[in-house]
């Protein structure tokens, strides 16, 4: 059984930081890449950064780029988001997805975690 569990999430004043963390279990983690999607209140669910299951390749959405960084601890079947200079345009539901092509694509998901930025 697959299961994503997403900590980390909590009230933040702007410009400040957070790392918000992904522990998946029931999954050869190694082989999965791995992503941070967000949902903010009436707003669809956008990726917010990814990284590959094979050599690190990572991909930031533009809002993320240069202020977030995502990365993976295989050994601790771990994946991070460290978040600096958050906005108030950050606050979202942050979900960790969990990606595999095995006869076509399979995506796992976690249950989110809240961020908040406001004074």
């Known amino acids: 059984q697959v299961q994503l569990v997403e900590s980390g999430g909590r009230l933040v004043q702007p410009g400040g930081s957070l790392r918000l963390s992904c522990l998946a279990s029931?999954?050869?983690?190694?082989?999965?890449?791995m992503g941070w999607y967000r949902q903010a209140p009436g707003k669809e669910r956008e990726i917010v950064a990814r990284?590959?299951?094979?050599?690190?390749?990572?991909y930031y959405s533009d809002s993320a780029k240069g202020r977030f960084t995502i990365s993976r601890d295989n050994a601790k079947n771990t994946v991070y988001l460290q978040m600096n200079g958050l906005k108030p345009g950050d606050t979202a539901v942050y979900y960790c997805?969990?990606?595999?092509?095995?006869?076509?694509?399979?995506?796992?998901w976690g249950q989110g975690t809240q961020v908040t930025v406001s004074l």
């Open positions: 029931g999954v050869t983690f190694s082989s999965y890449a």
């Open positions: 990284i590959t299951a094979v050599g690190g390749g990572t």
């Open positions: 997805n969990a990606q595999i092509y095995d006869n076509g694509w399979l995506n796992y």
